[in-house]
């Protein structure tokens, strides 16, 4: 079997934090909400749209536990820019810069990253492009 790139990923989040989800990955980060199923109740999660071939499932549940070191450290998502210009852009919606690294391994190599963490706790890494 021969992969060719991660399709979802599932996260959990609180019951409560559809709009903290909406308005952290859509409107502070600036990805695509696809959530017209969610609302019409025809499935139990929404998804984050990173590009035409990845999403990130969010699944509100009431039996929600923040993630912890021992079981999750974070996402890694490539996206368009230098690490200043995604660390501006950052700045300018209001997030909270974690850490930047110069040049973490990835999987098509080494480039800068910018950490942050979602309202949930969950660590995101935006990776430069290689």
Do not use: C
């Amino acid at each position: 079997m021969q992969a060719r790139h991660i399709d979802h990923v599932n996260l959990r989040i609180p019951a409560d934090g559809v709009g903290d989800a909406r308005e952290f990955y859509g409107e502070r980060l600036g990805f695509g909400i696809e959530d017209a199923l969610y609302a019409a109740g025809e499935k139990p999660f929404f998804d984050v749209r990173l590009s035409t071939t990845a999403v990130v499932h969010l699944w509100p549940t009431d039996e929600f536990e923040p993630p912890t070191a021992t079981n999750y450290d974070h996402v890694a998502v490539v996206v368009e820019g230098s690490a200043d210009q995604i660390e501006a852009e950052l700045d300018a919606a209001g997030v909270e810069i974690e850490k930047s690294l110069d040049e973490p391994l990835g999987a098509v190599g080494e480039s800068p990253a910018v950490y942050v963490r979602d309202p949930f706790g969950y660590r995101i890494e935006l990776k430069a492009r290689v």
